[in-house]
C-alpha cells in the first residue's frame, strides 16, 4: 500500500529523473526469471544524490513514526536494503540490524547481523519488493528469531497481484513509498513516455511472466 500520495508523486519524479528507474517499452529488459519488462529499477542510485537520498530518509522515517509507533529497532534486507535501513536508524536514534539472504557458512554463522533482543519490535527496510519473496524470507529469519515483525517498507514496489498474496499469506504488512500505479502518471506527465506507450506499460503488471512474448 502506499501510505502519502504526495510523497509517492515526488519520489516518483525523483527516481526518474536520476534514472534509478528506466521505461523502455518497445525495448525492454530481460529478468533473471525468462521475463520481459519495460521497467528497470535501480535504488540504490539514490544514494549518490545527497537532495533524495535525504527526502528518502525522512519519508522512511517519517512512515515509521506515523504508523508503526513503538518500534524498538530497524532491519534492513541485505544488500540493498541495508544503506537506507542505517540513515533511518541513525535519523530516529534507533539500533540498526540487517538479515542476510542466508546464514553464513564461517564463524558464528549468523543471518541476523547486529545486537537486537527476543520480543523486540522491529521495522524492515527493503529498496524494492517484486514478488516479496526475499523480504518475507528476511521477516521469517526476524520471527524465527523471536522478533516482533511490524512490518516492511520499501522504497519502490511493483504492484503485483502475486506480491499482495504472499504478503497476506506470510500476515505481513508492508507499505511502500511508491509504486509502480503512481509512477507511470508521473512518467506521463513529465514527458518520459508518451501517451502512446502508455496501454503497454499498464498491460505488463496484469501478468509480466507472458508480456511482450
Not at 101 to 115: D, F, L, M, R, V
Not at 161 to 171: C, G, L, M, T, V
Amino acid at each position: 500500500m502506499i501510505y502519502d500520495i504526495d510523497i509517492a508523486k515526488q519520489v516518483a519524479k525523483s527516481l526518474l529523473q536520476i534514472n534509478a528507474i528506466i521505461l523502455q517499452p518497445n525495448t525492454p529488459f530481460k529478468w533473471a526469471a525468462g521475463w520481459y519488462s519495460p521497467i528497470y529499477c535501480d535504488n540504490r542510485k539514490t544514494l549518490s544524490f545527497p537532495e533524495i537520498r535525504t527526502f528518502i530518509r525522512s519519508s522512511l522515517s517519517s512512515t515509521i513514526n506515523n504508523h508503526y509507533k513503538g518500534s524498538n529497532v530497524i532491519a534492513g534486507v541485505a544488500t540493498a536494503g541495508i544503506p537506507h535501513g542505517v540513515l533511518v536508524a541513525e535519523e530516529l536514534g534507533l539500533p540498526f540490524i540487517y538479515v542476510r539472504s542466508k546464514a553464513k557458512e564461517h564463524g558464528k554463522q549468523n543471518q541476523i547481523e547486529g545486537h537486537f533482543e527476543k520480543g523486540q519490535s522491529v521495522v524492515l527496510i527493503e529498496d524494492l519488493v517484486s514478488s516479496g519473496k526475499s523480504s518475507l524470507e528476511a521477516v521469517s529469519s526476524l520471527r524465527e528469531a523471536g522478533m516482533n515483525v511490524k512490518g516492511i517498507i520499501s522504497i519502490f514496489n511493483y504492484g503485483f497481484e502475486k506480491a499482495k498474496q504472499n504478503f497476506e499469506n506470510a500476515n505481513c504488512e508492508y507499505i511502500s513509498l511508491c509504486d509502480y500505479e503512481n509512477l507511470l502518471p508521473q512518467a506521463l506527465k513529465t514527458n518520459y513516455i508518451t501517451e502512446a506507450e502508455l496501454p503497454l506499460l499498464q498491460e505488463w503488471r496484469k501478468d509480466p511472466s507472458v508480456w511482450n512474448k
